[in-house]
């Protein structure tokens, strides 16, 4: 741990933007780009900002502190609608509210000169980066593929690669009593991961919980063409994933209804059942 970094609080950058990942995954993350060299850094998955402000402040901590972070989300619903409170979800644009958020964030941190945000599908905005660029923090939706197309000729040799949520696992998400999303992204992401690995286009440092730290190889020099490369292997792998019981975890929307009726049939189940026949979910018991 550098003397700068003991004064950078990233317990308070995971709070302050309900981050995902551990501070020691974020400050992972500073350590990474305050070693970075010439070129803006690019991240796929700004998400609410928490590792925008790592990479903003390991841009400021290294020899080229005038650099930036260009940063691309596509403000999927999933990641912010949980925060509405409001009875119709569907009715009301939550998108200009969740970019404030994030930029509030980010400005809590003194870090909105060291970042550019663009918000909308990347493959669409791509343009926007001229590159070289001396960085990739990839969080976004698991296609990495496609990211790896879009910014991997622009990437100097020897650049940090970050790719999070890189476990070969499924999970199953539970929101609501008759809905659950199933997420292969950390799969999809292990599995092309392993890929760009064993096809020599990436190095693994280290892995710090499920985030990957590596770097583009020094010996990639020459630009490489990824509409020739085969990923329908890799996207087939993904077909049947095997869910452990114990990855069935209650979603953030219906969560707390949830939680309540669990805990209400474990310790009570005569007023359990009770409710449930007032509601008509179950016939009263016959006289007889």
């Not at 001229?130 to 879009?150: E, T």
Request: charged fraction near 25%; charge should be negative; hydrophobic fraction near 40%.
């Amino acid at each position: 741990m550098t003397e700068q970094s003991k004064t950078i609080n990233f317990s308070q950058v995971k709070d302050k933007c309900a981050g995902m990942l551990e501070p020691e995954v974020y400050e992972s993350i500073y350590h990474a780009m305050s070693h970075s060299d010439d070129g803006d850094i690019v991240e796929v998955g700004t998400a609410r900002g928490a590792a925008t402000i790592a990479l903003a402040f390991g841009i400021a901590a290294s020899a080229r502190p005038e650099r930036r972070v260009i940063s691309f989300d596509r403000l999927d619903p999933q990641n912010y609608i949980e925060d509405a409170n409001v009875v119709d979800r569907t009715t009301i644009d939550l998108s200009a509210i969740f970019i404030q958020q994030i930029r509030d964030n980010i400005a809590a941190f003194e870090m909105q000169d060291k970042v550019v945000l663009h918000f909308g599908a990347v493959e669409n905005l791509h343009s926007t980066v001229d590159g070289p660029i001396s960085g990739l923090l990839l969080d976004a939706d698991g296609a990495i593929d496609r990211d790896f197309k879009l910014f991997y000729n622009m990437l100097r040799p020897g650049s940090p690669v970050i790719i999070d949520d890189f476990d070969d696992s499924a999970h199953l998400w539970r929101w609501s009593n008759n809905q659950i999303r199933v997420d292969l992204k950390h799969r999809l992401t292990h599995q092309l991961g392993r890929f760009f690995i064993d096809q020599g286009l990436l190095e693994q440092s280290h892995i710090v919980r499920n985030t990957f730290f590596g770097q583009k190889p020094h010996a990639v020099a020459q630009p490489v063409d990824f509409n020739a490369m085969d990923f329908i292997p890799v996207y087939r792998s993904i077909l049947f994933s095997n869910v452990e019981r114990s990855e069935v975890p209650i979603g953030p929307v219906y969560g707390t209804r949830a939680v309540a009726v669990q805990t209400l049939q474990t310790r009570t189940p005569g007023l359990y059942k009770a409710l449930r026949r007032i509601m008509g979910r179950t016939p009263a018991p016959s006289a007889g």
